[in-house]
């Protein structure tokens, strides 16, 4: 099992920054990509980036490259989003989740582990 606990949420304006952590526990080794996703409100839940646990190769939708950077520091055993020029279409429930196996398209990856999710408002 791996326990994933999101933070780093909060209230910005448009045009600011913040940064998601997500800090995994448990069975570490079992991950292959850690991926952010998010949720607004009345939509489906969505794709935002993905990193490979190991080699550290990202991927993004493309409504937020060149605005949002996935990283991860695999002594701490945590993921990071750091998001700018935030828009109030970013507004969502942002979710941390963890794929056992890796593939081309992290995007289209079975992910089996989830994070409580944390929310984020950008007010303009």
């Known amino acids: 099992q791996v326990q994933l606990v999101e933070s780093g949420g909060g209230l910005v304006q448009a045009g600011g920054s913040l940064r998601l952590s997500c800090a995994a526990s448990?069975?570490?080794?079992?991950?292959?990509?850690v991926g952010w996703f998010r949720q607004a409100p009345g939509k489906e839940r969505e794709f935002v980036a993905g990193?490979?646990?190991?080699?550290?190769?990202?991927s993004y939708t493309d409504s937020v490259k060149g605005r949002f950077t996935i990283s991860r520091d695999n002594a701490k055993n945590t993921v990071y989003l750091q998001m700018n020029s935030l828009k109030r279409e970013d507004t969502a429930v942002y979710y941390c989740?963890?794929?056992?196996?890796?593939?081309?398209?992290?995007?289209?990856?079975?992910?089996?582990?989830w994070g409580q999710g944390t929310q984020v408002t950008v007010s303009s």
């Open positions: 990193v490979g646990w190991s080699g550290g190769v990202t």
């Open positions: 989740a963890a794929a056992s196996n890796s593939g081309t398209f992290y995007s289209k990856l079975p992910f089996d582990y």
């Open positions: 448990g069975v570490i080794y079992s991950i292959e990509v």
